[in-house]
């Protein structure tokens, strides 16, 4: 049996690839900063993603006291976000955002990384 036919390594696993994904996306953005027409390019979030995979987890209303759960209701852009501006040279890319993102997206990480050691640790301790 290995760790990731676990649902929580499995869900480690993805998101560690989505978070590879998207930061290979964003330092194309930066290196791309100067590039006359470049237009910023992400991923679609991590829970779209998620809701779009065979493995999407739904709640389930276990007891008729129970509330009808939320999760899996697409997100929608913010309609207040200003929009992207633009350089004269059609280049709507800015660094500084892109390097909020990139942090960002390291954080996630760092996060993801320290739970899978977590819960990895844990499983070594109850199986000795």
Not at 64 to 74: N, R, S, Y
């Amino acid at each position: 049996m290995s760790f990731t036919d676990i649902g929580l390594f499995a869900l480690a696993d993805q998101r560690l690839a989505w978070l590879d994904a998207r930061q290979n996306l964003l330092a194309q953005n930066v290196a791309n900063a100067a590039t006359p027409g470049w237009k910023e390019r992400d991923l679609q979030p991590f829970a779209a993603t998620l809701a779009a995979s065979a493995h999407a987890v739904r709640p389930v209303r276990t007891h008729p006291l129970h509330l009808v759960g939320t999760a899996g209701e697409p997100l929608s852009p913010d309609q207040h976000a200003k929009p992207p501006e633009r350089a004269p040279d059609g280049n709507a890319v800015s660094p500084e955002d892109e390097l909020v993102k990139i942090a960002e997206t390291e954080d996630a990480h760092m996060l993801v990384v320290n739970l899978y050691r977590t819960y990895l640790g844990l499983f070594s301790a109850a199986l000795n």
